[in-house]
């Protein structure tokens, strides 16, 4: 088991604790390996009713997969296979195995939950956000897209805004979450420890969803507000063309300040990202999870071996500079067929997801 997460039994209930609160809980391949054969084993043991994950150091929950290991090993192969192929792979299996848990999955998401942390929390029945909270998929801003099942979730998410968010990389609070339907329920950082207590000592005679439902509704703190809410009509206003080009002209016939500033926040990231999170988004409207899981693992294969990935990583995780060189640079220089080759089917190389029904 590694170190990097941390499995136990409290009672009836499965606890998994992150625990790499350096690196901000960053899901690694070796905790995607750890953790998936636990959950299989809990989702067969009857006498565990329920499973818990949190995140350690109180800061972050999960703030996304390790894609800068990721990213230093491009090019480079271990028995044959790329870390990007067997890290995706992984957590993609995770993701499902998460998404098709057949007892409650219940995430304590306490601090920022980016990315992969998205990935190991909508897919369960249970999303438990504090006022910590700082939600996002910020995929285009390092050359990649919004993947762990962003092209299944976003698009379900009110109006445009799933497309505004995957797009942008705007962040998102406690709020948004409860008004996005990411968040389930919403409960003070500080009573964490007591909802766990409650559930570890919960009587789990009944139907263990209305157990977890019982026991986390005495928790409840009211949301506040939602921004996002409030900038709904004109995000679904600008949001809802099918190219990113006339995405941009929208925001720039509606002038608003928020307009203004949300199209410089588009200019600045990569192209190629833009325009195949753009098709992603739209092709997962009438896609089921299962479906979008493996034409995302195609474009995490073909995502990661492009430059504007170690680039991304470099201008944003590395030198923190802010400053990534796209190629291409503009969104005009990315070519439908260059878009198309990302979503093309891979012989060979194709995630392989095991049926739960």
């Known amino acids: 088991m590694s170190e990097d997460v941390l499995l136990e039994t409290r009672g009836a209930v499965g606890l998994v604790t ?90 304590l998401v306490d601090g920022i939950c980016m990315g992969g942390g998205l ?8 999303r438990v956000v504090t006022e910590k909270l700082v939600l996002a998929m910020p995929e285009t801003g390092i050359g990649i897209f919004p993947d762990v099942g962003g092209g299944w979730f976003l698009p379900r998410f009110p109006g445009e805004t799933g497309t505004y968010l995957g797009l942008t990389g705007a962040r998102c609070d406690a709020a948004d979450a409860v008004w996005l339907g990411y968040a389930t329920h919403r409960v003070e950082a500080s009573r964490l420890e007591e909802v766990l207590g409650a559930l570890v000592a919960a009587d789990w005679s009944g139907p263990a969803h209305h157990v977890v439902a019982h026991v986390l509704a005495g928790f409840i703190a009211e949301p506040g507000t939602s921004s996002l809410e409030a900038q709904v009509e004109v995000i679904n206003r600008c949001f809802q063309g099918n190219r990113v080009e006339d995405i941009l002209a929208a925001l720039e016939r509606e002038g608003s300040t928020w307009a203004q500033a949300t199209r410089a926040t588009l200019l600045r990231m990569s192209p190629t990202s833009l325009k195949v999170t753009l098709r992603q988004l739209r092709e997962g409207r009438g896609q089921d999870y299962d479906t979008m899981a493996r034409v995302e693992y195609r474009l995490s294969q073909a995502l990661t071996a492009r430059p504007d990935f170690r680039e991304g990583i470099r201008a944003v995780l590395v030198d923190k500079d802010q400053k990534p060189r796209w190629s291409p640079a503009t969104l005009a220089e990315v070519t439908d067929a260059e878009v198309e080759a990302c979503f093309a089917p891979r012989p060979g190389d194709e995630l392989v997801l095991p049926s739960f029904d």
């Open 18 to 107: 992150l625990n790499r609160p350096k690196a901000l809980n960053a899901l690694s391949l070796d905790m995607c390996r750890a953790l998936h054969p636990q959950l299989d084993a809990w989702a067969a043991d009857a006498a565990v009713k329920a499973v818990v994950i949190r995140g350690a150091g109180g800061k972050a929950f999960c703030a996304g997969g390790d894609v800068r290991a990721v990213a230093g090993s491009v090019g480079r192969t271990e028995g044959g296979a790329s870390l990007s192929s067997e890290f995706f792979l992984a957590e993609y299996a995770l993701n499902h195995r998460i998404h098709h848990f057949p007892k409650p999955f219940i995430a």
């Open 119 to 126: 990935g190991l929390s909508v897919h369960g029945g249970f």
